[in-house]
C-alpha cells in the first residue's frame, strides 16, 4: 500500500519559517516527480511547487518563489519544503504528491499526480 505522509506543519507567526516533510512508502518514488499543493479554506487546490525526480529541476507557484525550497532526498524516499517568510495569506492545507510514472520535467497541475498525502494545516498568525 502506497502512503505518503506528511510531518512538519503547525501554528507560526507572520515572517516565521517551517519546514514540511512528505515520507513515502510501498514503493520508491525516486525516478518520479513530487511536488506540494496547498488547500485554503473555501478555495480551490492550488499548485506550490514541484520537484523534478533527480532534483535538479524546480518549479514554484509565483506567490512563493523566493521564500519556499522544495528539495528530496530519494534515498530516504522524502520530499521537503522549506517555508520562510511565511505570511497569513499561506495559511492552508499542504498536501504532497507523487507522479505514479518515471519521467524527467516537473508538473504543476494536481492531475498530473496519482498519490497524495492527507495534508498538514499551516496557520500563519499575523
Known amino acids: 500500500q502506497v502512503q505518503l505522509v506528511e510531518s512538519g506543519g503547525g501554528l507560526v507567526q507572520a515572517g516565521g519559517s517551517l519546514r514540511l516533510s512528505c515520507a513515502a512508502s510501498?514503493?520508491?518514488?525516486?525516478?518520479?516527480?513530487m511536488a506540494w499543493f496547498r488547500q485554503a479554506p473555501g478555495k480551490e487546490r492550488e499548485f506550490v511547487a514541484a520537484i523534478s525526480w533527480s532534483g535538479g529541476r524546480t518549479d514554484y507557484a509565483d506567490v512563493v518563489k523566493g521564500r519556499f525550497t522544495i528539495s528530496r532526498v530519494n534515498t530516504k524516499n522524502t520530499v521537503y519544503l522549506q517555508m520562510n517568510s511565511l505570511k497569513p495569506e499561506d495559511t492552508a492545507v499542504y498536501y504532497c504528491?507523487?507522479?505514479?510514472?518515471?519521467?524527467?520535467?516537473?508538473?504543476?497541475?494536481?492531475?498530473?499526480?496519482?498519490?497524495w498525502g492527507q495534508g498538514t494545516q499551516i496557520t500563519v498568525s499575523s
Open positions: 504528491a507523487a507522479r505514479a510514472s518515471s519521467s524527467y520535467g516537473t508538473y504543476a497541475s494536481s492531475g498530473e499526480y496519482t498519490y
Open positions: 510501498g514503493r520508491t518514488f525516486s525516478t518520479s516527480p
